[in-house]
């Protein structure tokens, strides 16, 4: 039988998930002080690269397979800023 999930103040420290969030958190704080805003043609050519190995096309649809929501409102907001240049 299995040992009932440790929850709340029983749960147990996870520290190689911590060390890992900490690293991504600090990669977003250089990335936005490093890159800023993006340009309209910075922002075309990133929602691309994530459009090509994220998503796809059949039957005159898009497709996008990510579920990160941060990751599909980004790819909704390339979409609509830079719609005229996806042909």
Known sequence: ???PRRTGAHARRQPLKERRLREIAEYDRLGRERIGVLSRDAFL???LTLYAG???KRDGEVLFANTD???VRFHCSCRARTAPSWG
């Open 1 to 3: 039988t299995p040992s």
């Open 69 to 71: 929501p941060l990751m």
């Open 54 to 56: 994220e998503g796809g």
């Open 45 to 47: 050519v990133a929602g």
